[in-house]
């Protein structure tokens, strides 16, 4: 079929059904809900037989939902409406909830019933993690039933009856400021926690700090700073701060200052740089990777070792990598490779593996082009430390998505193990950049020049089975992030105990001698540079600080993008073995 995605943006959600409708043999048009007529256009332009609205904020003009059949991909049980779905969900610390499929009408939220499927809540989780997590799988799997149902010609679509037993959702306000508010002096460690957590990522807990208004974003517990005043701050770390409760403290990673008339938009940065000039008499206390594998603490990056295999996970906020972290990032991976270990695993415990560097902080930088530099020399670093790293077994296992430099990161590894629900972009020109991380070398030597070339140019997601398929990843895995984590543990286990790991290392180390003599990375990374360069300072005809001024302002597009309006199955040819099992390893 010809289905049309109308989205209010090509988030991650609507990539996810960009990838796998495809992959199901379906031609894809995408539509940004950029205004009525906008949408009306893409219906004509496309015509299509189905419209499918993964992530919208606003709603379908009546004279296409009443000639079209829409569906709205709702995260909500049966019966829930209204625009703050997830948030509620948090806030009211429910153990489960659903996706459900329902199609468009003049009612928000109220149309018929093509499918829902439910889905557990992790306890502890933010609402940002749980969106790419379990909501997206539970999303995807009901709207490729009510895609099939529609399909079969004969499927009846159930009205909402809110009365039914069964239904367990209400209509709900949206989630204002007056819910989330933290009263510092009485609320508890826990309700602080889940007030952030349902923020998360926007739109953040609104608070006056210094005669400012900020958002704040991210909540992580604290199991050993307290102070005897609730609302102090007491501590920094890796960018984030220490702030005290009434019974203990939490971390605050980021915040957004509050646009007020006339200002230019703001966006997450640090909560510590944010707020330097105030945090003179507020110490550093910093964790060593090793220990805060072991504590209830924020650390972005923890080291735990089991038997002959390391762990090094890491979690950087909406998955971008700063200079700084980038470094700390390599020093604790060089920590890790002086372990006794004979397999390395790279990789958060769940959601985003990386999306390379960090364009919020360049953005803030005073030197922008500088910092681009700076930044990519240090992904470079960290990325040349793993490739050249031969004396043990390297995984990178990617249970979230990945995407530019962050996963030509994750190909510098031996082996990609990746869950089946993740998206992966390989490409850099969204961005107006050609790329560097060793891309030239990491990239074609798994999918071929020409398979290269095609994913580099067209820019469009790429589902982990497609991948996997085309040999840009190795270990195909289903499975909810939990299952995938356990599974990776126990693969690992394996493979470290396989009597076939000393030949692996010693033909790993032999293949690297050879390319090195071949064409030295040192000449991958200069070529790569010299084009970086150009982009970062190649003045007024470089789209790159435009566009990455538009994406961190989150300035709306004038039109959806020509790469997006239509593109037809994926034609990639499987000449691998297919999904493992949870269970096979």
Known sequence: MRILLISSAFNSLTQRFHTVLRDRGHTVCVQLALGDDAIREGVDRTDPHLILAPMLTTTVPEDIWSTRTVLIIHPGPLGDRGPSSLDWALHERAR???VTVLQAGREMDAGDIWASVPFHVPPGISKSDLYRGEVADAAVEAGLLAVDRFAAGNWRPVPLDSGAGYVRGRLRPYHAQEYRRIDWKTDSTAAVLRKLRAADSRPGVLEELYGTEYYLHGGHPEDE??????????????????RATSDGAVWIAELRRRRTKGSTPAWKLPAADVLSSHLAQVPE???????????????QIRYRESGPVGLLSFSFPGGAMSTDQCRRLLTAYRTACTRPTSVLVLGPERDIFSNGIHLGMIEAAADPAAESWANINAMNDLVEAILTTTDRHIVAALSGNAAAGGLMMALAADEVWCREGAVLNPHYRTMGLYGSEYWTYTLPRRVGAEMAERLTTEALPVSAAAARSMGLIDVLVPGSPGEYRAWVTRAAANLATSPMLATRLDQKKARREQDERTKPLAAYRAAELDEMNRNFRGGPTEPYPSLRRAFVHKTRPPQTPARLILTCPHSYESDRAGTVALSSV
């Open 96 to 98: 489960d909830w659903g």
């Open 225 to 242: 700073l307290h102070d005897t005043v609730p609302g102090r701050f007491i501590a920094t770390r890796d960018g984030a701060i220490c």
């Open 285 to 299: 206390v910093p964790v060593d990777p090793g220990d805060a594998a072991g504590r209830a603490t924020y650390s």
